[in-house]
């Protein structure tokens, strides 16, 4: 079976308080990057997302101005997933497939420290972030990190499902049983990626929602979190369809939904 890492691959620091969820004006917030590293016998290691990468650490003015004031990343070498998979005793080659949720710098930054990886992506993700045609698209999708002449694998929804839900159900040189599920709102080809692990399913949800109080149970995530994911989004009625699917997904007593940002969701 295959055995999953869950890794922090870049802390997020953002100012404002309670705002943000801290208890005290003068502290900040505290976002994560979380990351999922899948040890398989024949696929080799399977990562879901990178977090920020080496060359962000080094040449963090590359990151839009907007978003490095918005959360105010910490931005260390040791965080990045490569640092941290060579820690596990991995190299950069054993990662022989990168599944994004989508392309923002923070789940797709350190794609160009695994040049050997297939990098699997929803197909409208992967278009907007080629076309980069409007002022957003241009802050989110990094030319430096995106490559054209990477090992794409793009995908379209081909009429297969998963717990109900459209999916695609194969990737393309994987045997690890893993579907990605489009999640849209958050970016035009945003995906939740679904892992079988023994008899349960773990998805990583991305940034289809922040908190993990947006999925239901006692309070509601920061203000400044809430404004966040609608400042980010690219279509609010499929990011709130989006939610309400996972909530669903959430109660099901055979699956574990994680998010991109919540550090509470990360395992000890
Ligand atoms: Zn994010």
Same mark, same amino acid.
């Given at each position: 079976?295959?055995?999953?890492?869950?890794? %922090?691959?870049?802390?997020?620091?953002?100012?404002?308080?309670?705002?943000? +969820?801290?208890?005290?004006?003068?502290?900040? +917030?505290?976002?994560?990057?979380?990351?999922?590293? =899948?040890?398989?016998?024949?696929?080799?290691?399977?990562?879901?997302?990178?977090?920020?990468?080496?060359?962000?650490?080094?040449?963090?003015?590359?990151?839009?101005?907007?978003?490095?004031?918005? $959360?105010?990343?910490?931005?260390?070498?040791?965080?990045?997933?490569?640092?941290?998979?060579?820690?596990?005793?991995?190299?950069?080659?054993?990662? !022989?497939?990168?599944?994004?949720?989508?392309? %923002?710098?923070?789940?797709?930054? +350190?794609?160009?420290?695994? @040049?050997?990886?297939? $990098?699997?992506?929803?197909?409208?993700?992967?278009?907007?972030?080629?076309?980069?045609?409007?002022?957003?698209?241009?802050?989110? *999708?990094?030319?430096?990190?995106? %490559?054209?002449?990477?090992?794409?694998?793009? *995908?379209?929804?081909? +009429?297969?499902?998963?717990?109900?839900?459209?999916?695609?159900?194969?990737?393309?040189?994987? #045997?690890?049983?893993?579907?990605?599920?489009?999640? =849209?709102?958050?970016?035009?080809?945003?995906?939740?990626?679904? =892992?079988?692990?023994?008899?349960?399913?773990?998805?990583?949800?991305?940034?289809? *929602?922040?908190? !993990?109080?947006?999925?239901?149970?006692?309070?509601? @995530?920061?203000?400044?979190?809430?404004?966040?994911?609608? =400042?980010? /989004?690219?279509? !609010?009625?499929?990011?709130?369809? #989006?939610?309400?699917?996972? !909530?669903?997904?959430?109660?099901?007593?055979?699956?574990?939904? $994680?998010? #991109?940002?919540?550090?509470? /969701?990360?395992?000890?």
């Amino acid at each position: 079976m295959a055995r999953i890492h869950h890794l %922090d691959c870049g802390t997020m620091c953002p100012i404002g308080g309670p705002l943000v +969820g801290a208890r005290r004006w003068r502290d900040r +917030g505290r976002l994560i990057c979380h990351c999922l590293a =899948i040890e398989t016998a024949r696929d080799g290691v399977i990562l879901v997302d990178t977090g920020f990468g080496a060359d962000d650490c080094t040449h963090p003015w590359r990151l839009s101005a907007i978003f490095r004031a918005l $959360v105010a990343p910490r931005l260390d070498p040791q965080a990045t997933a490569v640092a941290q998979l060579a820690a596990l005793g991995f190299a950069p080659k054993d990662v !022989r497939h990168v599944v994004v949720t989508h392309l %923002d710098p923070d789940h797709a930054g +350190g794609l160009p420290d695994f @040049p050997a990886a297939e $990098v699997h992506v929803h197909a409208h993700e992967h278009e907007a972030a080629m076309a980069r045609a409007d002022l957003r698209a241009k802050s989110r *999708y990094l030319t430096n990190r995106l %490559d054209p002449g990477a090992r794409w694998q793009r *995908y379209l929804p081909d +009429g297969d499902t998963w717990l109900g839900l459209p999916a695609v159900r194969a990737l393309r040189g994987v #045997s690890a049983d893993i579907a990605l599920v489009p999640m =849209i709102g958050h970016t035009r080809g945003h995906t939740a990626v679904a =892992i079988r692990d023994g008899a349960r399913w773990l998805v990583h949800a991305g940034d289809a *929602y922040f908190d !993990r109080r947006e999925l239901g149970g006692v309070g509601r @995530p920061p203000p400044a979190l809430r404004w966040l994911a609608t =400042i980010d /989004e690219v279509d !609010r009625a499929a990011r709130l369809a #989006s939610v309400e699917a996972l !909530r669903t997904l959430a109660a099901r007593p055979d699956v574990t939904v $994680v998010c #991109s940002h919540d550090p509470s /969701e990360l395992p000890a």
